[in-house]
């Protein structure tokens, strides 16, 4: 099977059939990427497609300098922004809107009402926080990774992820009196692949 980079070249070289292969493989990511920003499906579909046909256009800019999967991400949560300003006010500032998790839930509530309880918390985190703690968890990019889609410094992104995760942690403690750090990690949901540990690059 060809790697991304050999597609993109073969897509350069006029073989289309190659960039659909690229979407195949990375649709999904692409569409949990979106829905943290608009949590509307249909809106976040039509910032999938918006983003595959630019990454398609501007195809021939990709030098190769980070992964195609990160590149392809950068185009997306800018395209997500840009939607983002062009929605009504009221739906921009959803983070405001309280979640309605019910902070008398049993501490025993069983592991996966714990991790959808993970993810509606994550979606509370300001922006920036919450981008860098859903390409880490989410999509198990290296700090490097998303420090290029969020176009920051490394430090910059690392402390983004670090931030959110305590805010996470304090979060969760309130509401379930979680307070076994290493317990925590282990109910992360991880999508993209395995959890990175904090110290790996």
Request: hydrophobic letters at 40%.
């Amino acid at each position: 099977m060809k790697s991304d980079i050999e597609l993109v070249e073969d897509v350069k070289a006029g073989d289309r059939r190659a960039f659909s292969e690229l979407v195949q493989r990375h649709q999904r990511a692409l569409l949990r990427l979106s829905l943290r920003f608009l949590r509307e499906p249909s809106l976040a579909e039509d910032v999938v497609q918006e983003s595959f046909i630019k990454a398609y256009e501007k195809i021939h800019l990709f030098e190769g300098r980070s992964s195609f999967k990160s590149w392809l991400f950068q185009i997306a949560v800018n395209t997500a922004k840009n939607r983002l300003r062009s929605l009504p006010h009221e739906f921009v500032n959803i983070d405001d809107v309280h979640l309605g998790i019910d902070p008398g839930a049993e501490n025993g509530m069983v592991r996966e009402d714990l991790r959808k309880v993970i993810r509606s918390e994550v979606d509370r985190l300001p922006e920036r926080q919450r981008l860098a703690l859903s390409l880490r968890i989410f999509e198990d990019l290296s700090f490097k990774e998303i420090a290029q889609i969020m176009a920051c410094p490394y430090d910059t992104a690392k402390a983004n992820y670090r931030h959110g995760l305590m805010r996470l942690k304090e979060r969760l403690e309130t509401l379930q009196g979680q307070t076994d750090w290493e317990d925590f990690e282990t109910m992360l949901p991880v999508e993209g692949g395995r959890m990175r540990t904090e110290v790996e690059q």
